[in-house]
């Protein structure tokens, strides 16, 4: 058993132990790398099937191909997948591109969108997979659990996680206040009330997702390769936020050596992340609100 298979038995375990734990489950898709990873973990882990809805936040600005690529593979998989918006934010134009600041237009467009979707406050438009139509709920359930694509190595607020990382009753996260893991041994009986978010990819790294699509032939969104401009997005999200960086890395076995030996071996993944920059510690802030 070599590293991978390590990595991958560990977040399969994972997440068997999340779908016995909470009756009413979700998993976080951003469309990006990781969160993609995850759900081929979960085919792997449930034998083809996904057994829960995969909640996709809807800004209004990410890059269009994320869509395409997200509404493609959702049909292609038979995924139950619901899609959340603030959609009074965008009708009365409160957003970066019309002159808010980047956090509060994250907080608004990703936090409080997050929030309201995963507790069913707000509508949500669903991906019905056998009638092959899109439908909105109203006063849906609310998600217990939410399994998200998250790793420690990633930035800085993400290495204080846990595994099972529990929230308050306002979606809220203390860091101070998580449950020791010792020993692969987690915490999933909570207080009534009680929000969890499950991190199944917390230990594994940049590289190590890297490897494991190159290994099991993961159909990723073709931004994160080079299409011939010498440019490729190394981390995807919002376009006005998120830059491209020069590489003519073009498949993932060239993105690892970048990693390994290249001009990304010491470079944080997330550099091309504007909203990251804003201010300092703006990703820790909108965590603590309740972003992924």
Same mark, same amino acid.
């Given at each position: 058993?070599?590293?991978?298979?390590?990595?991958?038995?560990?977040?399969?375990?994972?997440?068997?132990?999340?779908?016995?734990?909470?009756?009413?489950?979700?998993?976080?898709?951003?469309?990006?790398?990781?969160?993609?990873?995850?759900?081929?973990?979960?085919?792997? +882990?449930?034998?083809?099937?996904?057994?829960?809805?995969?909640?996709?936040?809807?800004? +209004?600005?990410?890059?269009?191909?994320?869509?395409?690529?997200?509404?493609?593979?959702?049909?292609?998989?038979?995924?139950?997948?619901?899609?959340?918006?603030?959609?009074?934010?965008?009708?009365?134009?409160?957003?970066?591109?019309?002159?808010?600041?980047?956090?509060?237009?994250?907080?608004?467009?990703?936090?409080?969108?997050?929030?309201?979707?995963?507790?069913?406050?707000?509508?949500?438009?669903?991906?019905?997979?056998?009638?092959?139509?899109?439908?909105?709920?109203?006063?849906?359930?609310?998600?217990?659990?939410?399994?998200?694509?998250?790793? +420690?190595?990633?930035?800085?607020?993400?290495?204080?996680?846990?595994?099972?990382?529990?929230?308050?009753?306002?979606?809220?996260?203390?860091?101070?206040?998580?449950?020791?893991?010792?020993?692969?041994?987690?915490?999933?009986?909570?207080?009534?009330?009680?929000?969890?978010?499950?991190?199944?990819?917390?230990?594994?790294?940049?590289?190590?997702?890297?490897?494991?699509?190159?290994?099991?032939?993961?159909?990723?969104?073709?931004?994160?390769?080079?299409?011939?401009?010498?440019?490729?997005?190394?981390?995807?999200?919002?376009?006005?936020?998120?830059?491209?960086?020069?590489?003519?890395?073009?498949?993932?076995?060239?993105?690892?050596?970048?990693?390994?030996?290249?001009?990304?071996?010491?470079?944080?993944?997330?550099?091309?992340? +504007?909203?990251?920059?804003?201010?300092?510690?703006?990703?820790?802030?909108?965590?603590?609100?309740?972003?992924?």
């Amino acid at each position: 058993m070599d590293h991978l298979d390590r990595l991958e038995a560990q977040s399969i375990y994972i997440l068997r132990e999340a779908y016995r734990s909470f009756p009413n489950l979700a998993m976080l898709w951003s469309i990006g790398k990781d969160s993609t990873v995850l759900l081929w973990l979960t085919r792997k +882990a449930f034998f083809g099937h996904v057994p829960y809805p995969l909640v996709h936040i809807d800004t +209004a600005f990410k890059i269009p191909e994320m869509i395409k690529y997200r509404d493609e593979i959702a049909i292609q998989w038979d995924l139950n997948l619901v899609v959340g918006q603030n959609k009074e934010a965008l009708a009365k134009g409160e957003t970066f591109v019309n002159g808010l600041d980047r956090l509060s237009c994250c907080k608004k467009l990703k936090s409080d969108a997050l929030k309201n979707t995963l507790d069913g406050t707000w509508a949500r438009r669903k991906w019905n997979p056998y009638k092959k139509v899109w439908e909105d709920e109203l006063n849906g359930a609310p998600y217990t659990g939410v399994i998200v694509g998250v790793r +420690a190595d990633e930035e800085g607020s993400r290495s204080k996680e846990r595994v099972f990382s529990a929230r308050d009753e306002k979606s809220e996260w203390d860091a101070s206040t998580q449950p020791p893991e010792l020993w692969n041994q987690y915490k999933t009986d909570f207080a009534p009330g009680t929000h969890v978010r499950i991190h199944p990819l917390l230990e594994w790294t940049e590289l190590n997702i890297w490897e494991y699509i190159e290994r099991e032939n993961i159909p990723i969104i073709n931004l994160y390769f080079d299409q011939g401009n010498g440019k490729r997005y190394r981390s995807l999200g919002c376009f006005p936020c998120t830059a491209p960086v020069d590489s003519v890395a073009r498949n993932p076995k060239e993105i690892i050596e970048e990693l390994t030996s290249g001009k990304f071996k010491d470079i944080a993944e997330r550099s091309g992340r +504007a909203q990251d920059k804003d201010g300092g510690g703006t990703l820790e802030a909108l965590r603590k609100e309740g972003y992924m």
